[in-house]
């Protein structure tokens, strides 16, 4: 069943710039499929990420690293069937956007071209500016991610909280001025403390999506899987809203009793044939097969 929230207007990037200037929270969600996309959008969140995360909640893999752009056009496709009112961002993985700048600006068309996005998201500070800009100038918004970049992993050694000196923090802040420069409509700031996080969003006019990032940006972002609890342990910054992976291990153990103590299926679960066509069927068939034991 429809509600006004799914049956509303199409988010757009100006929908979260609205919101900033109007000082209300804009809320942001993973999803990878056709069914949880449906939910989030009639949920009413305004944006929707296809995240590289992809990589780890869904595809198994230990880092981002792995995914390909194939895997995230793929599942791009899917939310995008699904999702109808929220903003939708596709998230470029490793490798498709760092290498060439004409490479890049393809690549982020093939998210609005052959999946539907209405967005690309990458991870870089000012070093990116340049493929930013030529990704905005050929047409497709691009949301900035700075701070703890999972894509860096090796070279920032690890899932570490960056911007926790001054010199480290200044650098983070002058990134987020560069990328907004260079046209990104929103910047995610990831894994950075709290004070840098409401510094940074209160020097850039465009809005911030905080993860693990503390109260003071103009939104949050969760991957789907931490806030249902099926997938864990959660990070820190993570708060639970629902513990799924446990009512899947309850509902799976149920099943799997029933089946084999034969209490499922039962006789409603399933159809039959009329007796005139089973009695034409058997005389054709000849004796059951004899089973030893």
Known sequence: ?????????????????????????????????????????E??????????????????????????????????????????????VGDMPFMSYQAD?????????????????????L????????????IVRAGIPVQGHIGLQPQSVRRQGGYRVQGRTAETARALVDD????????CFSLVLEGVPAQVAAAITERV??????????????????VIHDLLGLHEPPPRFVRQYARLGEEIVTAAQAYRADVEAGRFPAPEHA????????????ATLGPPVAHEG
């Not at 991870?123 to 030529?134: I, K, N, Q, S, Y």
């Not at 987020?176 to 046209?183: I, Q, Y």
């Not at 006019?205 to 969760?222: C, E, K, M, N």
């Not at 009329?274 to 058997?282: D, F, P």
């Open 271 to 282: 159809t039959s044939m009329s007796e005139a066509e089973w009695g034409a069927l058997t």
């Open 43 to 88: 949920a009413g969140v305004d944006a929707i990420l296809v995240g590289d995360s992809l990589a780890m909640v869904v595809l198994g893999h230990e880092t981002t690293l792995e995914v390909t752009m194939d895997e995230m056009l793929h599942h791009a496709r899917a939310v995008s069937r699904g999702a109808k009112r929220a903003l939708l």
């Open 205 to 222: 006019r465009v809005p911030t999506i905080g993860i693990g990032a503390g109260s003071g940006t103009d939104g949050q972002v969760l």
């Open 1 to 41: 069943m429809s509600t006004p929230a799914r049956t509303g207007a199409k988010a757009t990037v100006l929908t979260l710039q609205q919101k900033k200037e109007r000082g209300q929270r804009i809320s942001v969600l993973t999803a990878y499929d056709f069914p949880t996309a449906c939910a989030l959008d």
């Open 123 to 134: 991870e870089g500070g000012r070093e990116l500016a340049d493929t930013v800009h030529a």
């Open 101 to 121: 700048v004409a490479e890049a600006v393809r690549n982020a068309g093939r998210f609005l071209k052959e999946a539907g996005m209405d967005a690309v998201k």
């Open 176 to 183: 987020a001025r560069v990328l907004e420069a260079a046209g």
